[in-house]
């Protein structure tokens, strides 16, 4: 699912405190978490479960692939497992919109 701030990505300001909520929320494998991040270009993060039977993950899609690049896209794969993964990302989403008024697009 897009989800996207009320006001569009272009008016978006706060990408620094954004990014800073998913990388405290998803916590990574070798940080002792259950995430893998992969950053297959300096223009895109994924923050992805790798589960066999249900993926869950986060991408977000920079406008360019400066260090002052804003958000293009946020793109959230829910699979309802019931498992932590999605339990995470369903506390993320909430935190989401609660902090930056981000919602399902």
């Keep these: 699912m897009f989800i996207k701030p009320a006001t569009g990505w272009e008016n978006f300001n706060q ?11 998803l916590r990574l494998e070798e940080n002792e978490g259950i995430w893998q991040y992969y950053n297959f270009s300096e223009c895109c993060s994924v ?5 066999v039977s249900a ?3 986060v991408q977000i899609t920079f406008d360019n692939c400066d260090a002052n690049a804003r958000i293009k896209s946020l793109v959230l794969e829910m699979t309802n497992n019931s498992g932590r993964h999605f339990k995470q990302l369903f506390r993320l989403r909430k935190e989401l919109k609660n902090q930056f008024d ?4």
Excluded at 15 to 25: G, K, Q, R
Excluded at 47 to 51: F, G, L
Excluded at 102 to 105: G, N, R, T
């Design 15 to 25: 990408c620094d405190e954004l990014l800073e909520l998913i990388a405290t929320s």
């Design 47 to 51: 923050w992805c479960s790798c589960e």
């Design 55 to 57: 993926t869950n993950q």
């Design 102 to 105: 981000i919602h399902d697009d």
